[in-house]
């Protein structure tokens, strides 16, 4: 029988990320670098208002949307943070997480043969939700731009049958950001194209350089822009699944749909935790972020010491170095860094064929582990 499943999910792989994650489990005494799991405690108001919610017995459904005051207090969010205007009644629905907001997203504007153009190396979901939407995804190559998706490249493979550009920024796993200049020469070639964008901006409390600066607070993108984020990153909040998308109404009413028949609603008691994250916790990434900052530069340091070649993270919490020199692919690499060194980081194959040569270390870890994991890298490089 199993000749009668849907070919579009036979022909997307399981997360290499995750491949590689639970193939390590079977290691013993393994320093992992390989998950983006903040190592921070989700806030204590927060944990309190999900107690609270669960002593009021506030676990019924919601509006399929989320509770209105917590899309009231994702508006003042994104307002306050990046000048984003969006009406918490029928632009903003809460997800399941950010991963579900890009799902509905892509289900809602993607139909079969559409071509969504993205950067290479990119996180592996977008890849497998393209693909079971029916469409085709276009990898474009940034090894050569920093790993920045260029209004070049981008005019380079427009083509009548392109849909969708997504823009994952800050990115996963790269670390680099887009600076305004960089949004807005890509406006300039997508304002007069019939051609959606879908912007993550998951890690958009985590930018090292700068502030954020979102495609849709341009005039002219924001009637074709889909926003993604989330708690999840800025809040140390993964395990809680929210997410929230924000969109003009037309295309928000119809992700709607989609999003009401996949969970009908996030959860009730995660949405309250949520609630009180983005009020009395807006500003709860700051200090996280500070954390960070140090972990990077510590960790980009050690890894030009040992020769590595690897771009400054201008946001998120990952490193991308090259592994080239060591005349062998990221898999095998990685594998025997796990067996050799007991340090366990991500095959940049994971991220598409443009990530082979590298691989990704996230330092959303202690400074004692990066630091221990660091050590033995190194002696793994000087043997």
């Known amino acids: 029988m199993e000749h009668l499943i849907n070919p579009n999910v036979k022909d997307i792989q399981f997360s290499g990320i995750r491949q590689f994650f639970n193939m390590v489990s079977e290691y013993e005494d393994v320093i992992s670098l390989t998950i983006g799991q903040p190592d921070f405690s989700t806030p204590e108001g927060v944990k309190e208002a999900a107690k609270l919610a669960i002593d009021e017995d506030l676990t019924t459904y919601t509006h399929n949307a989320g509770l209105l005051s917590l899309r009231e207090a994702v508006a003042h969010f994104i307002k306050s943070k990046y000048g984003l205007n969006y009406n918490p009644e029928d632009e903003i629905i809460v997800t399941a997480g950010a991963s579900q907001a890009i799902d509905i997203a892509i289900r809602t504007i993607i139909e079969s043969g559409s071509e969504v153009i993205l950067p290479g190396p990119a996180y592996p979901s977008y890849e497998a939700l393209i693909k079971l939407a029916g469409g085709v995804p276009v990898f474009v190559d940034t090894r050569e731009t920093g790993f920045k998706l260029t209004a070049e490249q981008i005019k380079d493979h427009l083509t009548e049958k392109t849909r969708c550009i997504i823009l994952p920024y800050p990115s996963n796993p790269t670390g ?77 009413k119809y992700m709607l749909k989609v999003h009401q028949y996949s969970v009908a609603c996030a959860s009730s008691i995660s949405q309250y935790a949520a609630l009180e994250a ?69 095959p940049g194959s994971a991220f598409s064929k443009y990530g082979e040569g590298y691989v990704r270390l996230s330092f959303a870890y202690s400074m004692e582990t990066l630091e221990e994991a660091l050590n033995r890298i190194e002696q793994f490089v000087n043997n």
């Not at 993550?200 to 849709?216: M, N, P, R, T």
């Not at 984020?229 to 997410?243: A, D, L, V, Y």
């Open 278 to 346: 983005l009020t009395k916790g807006i500003n709860s990434a700051l200090t996280m972020k500070h954390e960070y900052m140090k972990r990077m530069h510590y960790g980009l340091k050690r890894l030009r010491f040992l020769g590595f070649d690897v771009n400054e993270p201008t946001g998120a919490f990952y490193m991308f170095p090259s592994i080239s020199r060591f005349n062998m692919s990221s898999l095998e690499f990685a594998t025997k860094l796990v067996k050799e060194a007991g340090v366990a980081v991500v």
């Open 176 to 252: 680099c950001t887009l600076t305004k200049q960089d949004l807005k020469e890509i406006v300039d070639v997508l304002k007069d194209e019939e051609v959606f964008v879908l912007s993550d901006e998951v890690y958009s409390e985590l930018v090292f350089k700068g502030s954020h600066q979102s495609i849709a607070s341009f005039p002219e993108m924001k009637e074709k822009t889909i926003v993604v984020n989330g708690i999840s990153k800025s809040h140390s909040m993964t395990g809680w699944r929210i997410g929230f998308v924000c969109a003009p109404a037309f295309i928000a």
